[in-house]
């Protein structure tokens, strides 16, 4: 059977907004561009966004603030897209305070972690706390060179800019193994992204294949719902932290987790997993191929958060099985040869960039799809040309998403201000 991906959803909730200082430069220079579109011209402008998530729009806020004219293009009829279509009842892992982006807040009595409606208010009051140049409905196709421009195909015409900052998100397309027998396989077989709500699987045997943090997330829901026998399929075991302890966010502890070196926040983590949720071999879990500040760093693989799903383990409710080789009909085969029959399988299987149609022929991209740079990185052969939003970070992707956004907003400025003292020199050596 084929595999479903959610549907979109509205959702609103108002919020306070903090005013911050004006951005006058980025004024003046949306101006200049917008004259330049008027005259009919190819639409021009020092930097081209593709993407209005958390990363782009912190990125569009950056460069303004710079005073370079900017345009944001956006595939999506209206900011935080992904966020709406994720499952109703999400509440973000990362902590409240470490959600936001610059110039706005939660509303007073917002809880430590907020709903996706609440972060989607949060993107809305941004744009329009900043007068965001937003084009909406405007999807990328090709982003190509042409001398020191870059040209980008949209399907509302061709657009050229000095610099394109993609920041398209990284989990934009739902990775689904192909399982051999998957397509005759007779219960139901969806991918995380469209789990939409724990109780719509009351009374039905769950497996979950994936012990990541999706997989965790599906599982801190289905073990509130009156569901029926759950399998938990691991390749691996996760770096797991709660998501409190006795009340306390554990998220909040994150910048200073992300300020140690690698070995060290890897031990800080895997002493905080074991404290706080027992060991991997307690749980049922393999080992773990690497720490979790390891494994986030080099392999893009983030920290699964537990919020009830260990607990269940203990307790027998979800059980810890291999990891699936085939389907046959109405059972999934483990490598271990043996057999089990859930009515659904939710594939916890991780996401892809899918950047491939859009920048894949600049040689930019890694075998699975991610960008070989990001942030101020660049490739030397291609300048002008970042990503940002394209790893995980340990405090989360609102927090890096400010971070990349000044470190690329001040690349920028830099080779801006480099090509004006080459040209000063230039003209100055020609006038003698
Ligand atoms: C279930 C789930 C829960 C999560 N919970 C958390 C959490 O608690 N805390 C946290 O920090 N992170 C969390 N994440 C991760 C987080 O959602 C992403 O890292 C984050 O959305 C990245 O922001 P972004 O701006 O890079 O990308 P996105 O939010 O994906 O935004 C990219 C934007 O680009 C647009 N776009 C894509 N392609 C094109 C194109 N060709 N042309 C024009 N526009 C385009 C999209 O429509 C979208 O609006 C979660 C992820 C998942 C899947």
Redesign the pocket.
């Known amino acids: 059977m084929a595999w479903q991906i959610a549907a979109p959803r509205r959702a609103s909730t108002s919020l306070t907004l903090r005013r911050m200082l004006p951005i006058t430069g980025s004024a003046r220079g949306n101006r200049k561009a917008r004259d330049r579109n008027r005259s009919g011209s190819m639409q021009d402008t020092d930097v081209l966004i593709?993407?209005?998530?958390?990363?782009?729009?912190a990125a569009a806020h950056a460069l303004m603030a710079r005073g370079l004219s900017v345009q944001l293009?956006?595939?999506?009829p209206h900011?935080?897209?992904?966020?709406r279509q994720?499952h109703r009842n999400?509440t973000?892992?990362?902590y409240r305070d470490l959600?936001t982006l610059p110039g706005v807040a939660y509303p007073p009595g917002t809880p430590a972690?907020p709903a996706r409606e609440a972060v989607v208010s949060l993107f809305e009051d941004f744009v329009r706390l900043h007068g965001l140049p937003i084009a909406f409905g405007?999807?990328?196709?090709q982003v190509r060179r042409d001398n020191d421009r870059w040209i980008v195909e949209?399907n509302d015409g061709t657009r050229s800019a000095r610099n394109v900052v993609v920041?398209?998100?990284?989990?934009?397309v739902p990775h689904m193994p192909d399982w051999p027998g998957h397509g005759g396989f007779t219960g139901r077989l969806l991918h995380?992204?469209a789990f939409g709500e724990a109780a719509a699987y009351a009374g039905k045997s769950v497996l979950v294949s994936g012990a990541g943090?999706?997989g965790f997330?599906v599982l801190n829901h289905l073990v509130r719902a009156r569901t029926g026998p759950i399998w938990l399929s691991a390749r691996s075991g996760p770096a797991i932290l709660p998501k409190r302890i006795a009340n306390l966010a554990v998220h909040k502890v994150s910048p200073f987790l992300a300020s140690l070196p690698t070995w060290l926040a890897d031990a800080v983590i895997a002493m905080t997993q074991r404290l706080s949720l027992g060991s991997h071999a307690r749980l049922g879990l393999p080992p773990p191929i690497g720490g979790g500040a390891s494994r986030l760093r080099g392999d893009s693989i983030a920290i699964a958060t537990d919020d009830g799903a260990v607990r269940a383990i203990k307790a027998g409710r979800v059980r810890v099985i291999g990891p699936i080789r085939s389907f046959d009909r109405d059972s999934v085969v483990l490598e271990d040869g043996s057999i089990v029959k859930p009515d659904v399988v939710i594939a916890a299987t991780g996401?892809r960039t899918?950047l491939e149609p859009?920048v894949g022929h600049l040689g930019v991209l890694d075998p699975r799809g991610k960008p070989l740079f990001n942030g101020a990185a660049q490739d030397p052969r291609l300048p002008g040309l970042w990503f940002?939003?394209?790893r995980?970070d340990l405090r989360?992707?609102?927090t890096?998403?400010r971070l990349q956004a000044e470190a690329i907003a001040a690349a920028i400025s830099a080779s801006r201000r480099d090509a004006k003292a080459r040209r000063v020199q230039l003209d100055s050596g020609a006038a003698h």
């Not at 900011?79 to 966020?83: I, K, L, Q, S």
């Not at 405007?138 to 196709?141: A, G, I, S, Y």
């Open positions: 593709i993407g209005a998530g958390a990363a782009g729009l293009v956006e595939k999506e900011v935080g897209e992904p966020w994720r999400l973000l892992n990362s959600s972690f405007t999807e990328v196709r949209t920041a398209t998100g990284r989990d934009r995380a992204a943090n999706s997330d996401y899918g859009l940002t939003g394209m995980p989360g992707c609102f890096n998403a």
